[in-house]
């Protein structure tokens, strides 16, 4: 292109029409090339087709490596949840026992307090304390009350 560029200068257009047809000429194979190409992409052509297949075969390889991913995420976030309910329930357990302790302290206070106003004698008291027994025991049988 300099070369015509310069030719046309001096006023000489036959030396410079030379290099300007070689330039075209070449741009023009470039461009056939490029088109070429274009259309084996797309699947036209002889050998298009084999290489749109591999195209679409890595997309699936793509897709599947996604869906991969995806599912170790959701599984992670699974194992994660299923974390945080056992230890919500073991918080929960933990609350009812000691609801559970808290309530029979007050209901022993509440028995020192009536026998000591009454004057309960220590038989009747000690048979109510083994029947109480008893009956935890029976519910712990049962599993209907934890130790």
Known sequence: ?????????????????SPEQRALKLLQDAEQQYEMQVAQQRGGGGGGGGQNQMAEDLADLFELEL????????????????ASDQKVDELADKLKELARRQQQEADRQRMRAADRGSGYTREPRFREMKMQLFLERALRHKGLLHA
């Open 1 to 17: 292109m300099k070369t015509a560029e310069t030719d046309l200068k001096g006023l000489r257009a036959k030396e410079a029409l």
């Open 67 to 82: 869906d991969k991913l995806a599912n170790q995420y959701e599984m992670r976030q699974q194992a994660e949840q299923q």
